[in-house]
C-alpha cells in the first residue's frame, strides 16, 4: 500500500512559478502511475497530469499543457509537478493520488475514481 503527501505550494503572481512535490512511502512505488488532481472551491476535481510507473509516459490536460510538467524520481520515491506561467485560473487545491492498476491507466489516467491514496493536498493562490 502506498501513502502520499503533498507539499510545495504557496501565493504567487501570475507568470510565476512552483513546484509541487509528492512524498510516497510503501513498497513497489515504481509499479504505480501516479496523477496530479486540482480542486477549486465549488468546484469537481480536475485533472491535471499523470505520469506512468517506470517507462515515464505522461499526460496532461489541456488547460496547463506547454506549461506543467510532470515528473518522478523512483530512487526517492517522489513525484513533482513543475508549474510555470501560473494563471489566476489555476487557483485550487492540488493533490497527488496513486493510481488503482487493475485499471487501464491509458484509458482512465484522467479519472479521479480511479486513484486512491489521496494525500491531504496543497493549496496554490495565484494572484493578478
Known amino acids: 500500500q502506498v501513502q502520499v503527501a503533498e507539499s510545495g505550494g504557496g501565493s504567487v503572481q501570475a507568470g510565476d512559478s512552483l513546484r509541487l512535490s509528492c512524498a510516497a512511502s510503501?513498497?513497489?512505488?515504481?509499479?504505480?502511475?501516479m496523477g496530479w488532481f486540482r480542486q477549486a472551491p465549488g468546484k469537481e476535481r480536475e485533472f491535471v497530469a499523470a505520469?506512468?510507473?517506470?517507462?515515464?509516459?505522461?499526460y496532461y490536460a489541456d488547460s496547463v499543457k506547454g506549461r506543467f510538467t510532470i515528473s518522478r524520481d523512483n530512487t526517492k520515491n517522489m513525484v513533482y509537478l513543475q508549474m510555470n506561467s501560473l494563471k489566476p485560473e489555476d487557483t485550487a487545491v492540488y493533490s497527488c493520488?496513486?493510481?488503482?492498476?487493475?485499471?487501464?491507466?491509458?484509458?482512465?489516467?484522467?479519472?479521479?475514481?480511479?486513484?486512491?491514496?489521496w494525500g491531504q493536498g496543497t493549496q496554490v493562490t495565484v494572484s493578478s
Open positions: 505520469i506512468k510507473g517506470t517507462v515515464g509516459t505522461t
Open positions: 493520488g496513486v493510481y488503482q492498476t487493475a485499471y487501464s491507466f491509458n484509458a482512465y489516467y484522467a479519472s479521479p475514481d480511479k486513484y486512491d491514496a
Open positions: 510503501g513498497r513497489s512505488f515504481s509499479n504505480y502511475p
